[in-house]
Protein backbone atom coordinates (compact mmCIF):
# COMPACT_ATOMS: atom_id res chain seq x y z
CA UNK A 1 0.00 0.00 0.00
CA UNK A 2 1.21 3.81 -0.98
CA UNK A 3 2.04 5.46 2.35
CA UNK A 4 0.20 8.33 1.28
CA UNK A 5 -2.84 6.81 0.53
CA UNK A 6 -2.42 5.11 4.20
CA UNK A 7 -1.84 8.62 5.77
CA UNK A 8 -5.07 9.70 3.80
CA UNK A 9 -6.77 6.52 4.76
CA UNK A 10 -5.81 7.14 8.92
CA UNK A 11 -3.76 4.15 9.14
CA UNK A 12 -1.77 6.15 11.57
CA UNK A 13 -4.57 7.71 13.51
CA UNK A 14 -4.88 7.41 16.79
CA UNK A 15 -8.00 5.72 17.35
CA UNK A 16 -8.05 6.26 21.49
CA UNK A 17 -10.02 8.94 22.52
CA UNK A 18 -8.10 12.15 24.75
CA UNK A 19 -9.47 11.46 28.31
CA UNK A 20 -10.38 15.49 28.46
CA UNK A 21 -9.25 17.85 31.09
CA UNK A 22 -7.03 17.04 33.97
CA UNK A 23 -9.04 16.92 37.27
CA UNK A 24 -8.33 20.36 39.27
CA UNK A 25 -7.77 19.67 42.83
CA UNK A 26 -10.54 21.16 45.04
CA UNK A 27 -10.21 24.10 47.08
CA UNK A 28 -10.55 22.73 50.76
CA UNK A 29 -11.53 24.83 53.58
CA UNK A 30 -10.44 24.52 57.24
CA UNK A 31 -12.91 23.28 59.88
CA UNK A 32 -15.22 20.94 56.89
CA UNK A 33 -12.30 18.04 57.58
CA UNK A 34 -14.74 15.17 57.12
CA UNK A 35 -16.01 17.04 53.96
CA UNK A 36 -12.47 17.79 53.00
CA UNK A 37 -11.76 14.21 52.77
CA UNK A 38 -14.56 12.67 51.29
CA UNK A 39 -13.46 15.24 48.46
CA UNK A 40 -10.49 14.38 48.31
CA UNK A 41 -11.15 11.00 48.16
CA UNK A 42 -13.43 12.03 45.15
CA UNK A 43 -10.60 13.33 43.55
CA UNK A 44 -7.60 11.23 43.83
CA UNK A 45 -10.56 8.73 42.07
CA UNK A 46 -11.03 10.94 39.60
CA UNK A 47 -7.65 11.31 39.03
CA UNK A 48 -6.50 8.07 38.67
CA UNK A 49 -8.76 7.41 36.21
CA UNK A 50 -7.82 10.35 34.09
CA UNK A 51 -4.14 8.78 34.47
CA UNK A 52 -4.96 5.76 33.36
CA UNK A 53 -6.79 7.18 30.11
CA UNK A 54 -4.15 9.06 29.15
CA UNK A 55 -1.45 6.79 29.61
CA UNK A 56 -4.00 4.41 27.52
CA UNK A 57 -3.98 7.45 25.14
CA UNK A 58 -0.07 8.12 25.09
CA UNK A 59 0.00 4.26 24.53
CA UNK A 60 -1.49 4.26 21.39
CA UNK A 61 0.34 7.58 19.86
CA UNK A 62 3.48 5.78 20.53
CA UNK A 63 2.41 2.63 18.96
CA UNK A 64 1.20 4.48 16.17
CA UNK A 65 3.92 6.95 15.58
CA UNK A 66 6.22 4.05 15.74
CA UNK A 67 4.06 2.28 13.06
CA UNK A 68 4.83 5.50 10.57
CA UNK A 69 8.40 5.81 11.43
CA UNK A 70 9.12 2.16 10.74
CA UNK A 71 7.00 2.25 7.40
CA UNK A 72 8.03 5.91 6.14
CA UNK A 73 11.91 4.95 6.34
CA UNK A 74 11.27 1.88 4.81
CA UNK A 75 9.13 3.69 1.66
CA UNK A 76 12.48 6.18 1.70
CA UNK A 77 14.80 3.77 1.43
CA UNK A 78 16.45 4.30 5.06
CA UNK A 79 15.34 1.24 6.89
CA UNK A 80 18.85 0.11 7.52
CA UNK A 81 20.83 3.31 7.28
CA UNK A 82 23.08 4.51 10.07
CA UNK A 83 21.93 8.14 9.80
CA UNK A 84 18.12 6.68 9.50
CA UNK A 85 17.35 7.71 12.81
CA UNK A 86 18.75 11.01 12.59
CA UNK A 87 17.14 12.21 9.60
CA UNK A 88 13.89 11.05 10.81
CA UNK A 89 14.23 13.14 13.92
CA UNK A 90 14.71 16.11 11.65
CA UNK A 91 12.03 15.25 9.59
CA UNK A 92 9.99 15.01 12.17
CA UNK A 93 11.20 18.37 13.61
CA UNK A 94 11.04 20.20 10.08
CA UNK A 95 6.96 18.66 9.66
CA UNK A 96 4.98 17.59 12.23
CA UNK A 97 3.41 21.08 12.84
CA UNK A 98 1.92 20.40 9.30
CA UNK A 99 1.39 16.81 9.61
CA UNK A 100 2.34 13.06 8.85
CA UNK A 101 2.49 13.85 4.72
CA UNK A 102 4.32 16.63 5.69
CA UNK A 103 7.06 14.85 7.82
CA UNK A 104 7.30 12.21 4.75
CA UNK A 105 7.86 15.08 2.32
CA UNK A 106 11.03 15.97 4.57
CA UNK A 107 11.92 12.60 5.43
CA UNK A 108 12.06 12.04 1.12
CA UNK A 109 14.10 14.99 0.56
CA UNK A 110 16.57 14.34 3.56
CA UNK A 111 16.53 10.53 2.23
CA UNK A 112 18.01 12.14 -1.46
CA UNK A 113 20.70 13.34 0.19
CA UNK A 114 21.77 10.45 2.13
CA UNK A 115 21.04 7.91 -0.73
CA UNK A 116 23.10 10.03 -3.60
Not at 34 to 40: D, F, K, P, Y
Request: charged residues 30%; aromatic residues 10%.
Amino acid sequence: MDIYKAIREGKYDNRELYPGPKPKKPILLKGYEGLQAIVENEWLAKLAVYTAAKKKYQDAQNGTMANFKADALQYVGLTDHPKASKAYDLAWDDGHSAGISEVLACLETLAELLLD
